[in-house]
């Protein structure tokens, strides 16, 4: 998991950029329920929302629209990111916001009980001192809450062409990194279906969801810090 040079980094983060500006004018996202889609993956990772009851939770590369805009029963909420400031983000912020990269976190250590990164990791410039610094600020013993998109092997060579991304991973692959940094309670891989009209798939703007459809797997991890 090698980290990629600062112009390959902000290219992947313009892409980044572009994405959340026009996300519900795709096919996939036009007509999706925040509400429901978080309460269906909440289960995923073997919790309920009583979990986040009263904890202090950060989440690392949140997006507008990310968990922590979903969690009133946390005491404490914080999201992080490094476009933060140039989401037009209908949400209420949550709770204390900081914009900034996650290989470099501004808070003090063992501050949060919960740490959320979800489809967070493989837009980073360094993921394994994203790794580093998130275990730094989660409190030991603390929960690590990761979903990531995963592939087959022989897809590797293949992604190059994924200028939105700047790391991909299989799902072995990726339990293997986080067990360098974390201890690995529960893993989780299902495959990634995009819901979407034939009509719609056979649009060119529809073609790569159709193909990532054979192929795109999400995982999840959940991890104690040690």
């Not at 409190?139 to 990531?148: F, Q, S």
């Not at 200028?163 to 309670?185: I, K, M, N, Q, Y």
């Amino acid at each position: 998991m090698r980290s990629v040079s600062p112009s390959r980094w902000r290219e992947a983060q313009a892409h980044e950029l572009d994405f959340w500006r026009n996300w519900r004018d795709l096919a996939p996202y036009r007509d999706v329920d925040l509400d429901a889609y978080w309460r269906g993956e909440i289960p995923k990772f073997g919790l309920t929302p009583e979990f986040f009851a009263g904890r202090t939770v950060l989440d690392v590369g949140c997006g507008p629209v990310g968990l922590i805009h979903f969690l009133p029963q946390a005491s404490r909420r914080i999201r992080f990111d490094p476009l933060l400031h140039e989401y037009q983000n209908k949400l209420p912020s949550p709770g204390f916001s900081v914009a900034g990269a996650g290989e470099q976190l501004p808070l003090v250590s063992n501050l949060s009980d919960i740490t959320i990164c979800f489809n967070a990791l493989d837009h980073m410039r360094d993921p394994a001192a994203a790794l580093s610094e998130i275990a730094r600020v989660l409190r030991p013993g603390g929960t690590l809450l990761l979903m990531i998109h995963t592939f087959p092997a022989w897809t590797m060579p293949l992604l190059a062409i994924d200028r939105l991304h700047p790391h991909h991973w299989t799902h072995s692959g990726f339990l293997d990194r986080v067990a360098r940094t974390f201890r690995v309670v529960r893993s989780h891989r299902e495959r990634r279906v995009f819901p979407m009209s034939l009509a719609e798939r056979l649009k060119p703007s529809g073609w790569k969801y159709t193909a990532a459809g054979f192929v795109l797997a999400t995982t999840y991890v959940v991890a104690e810090n040690t």
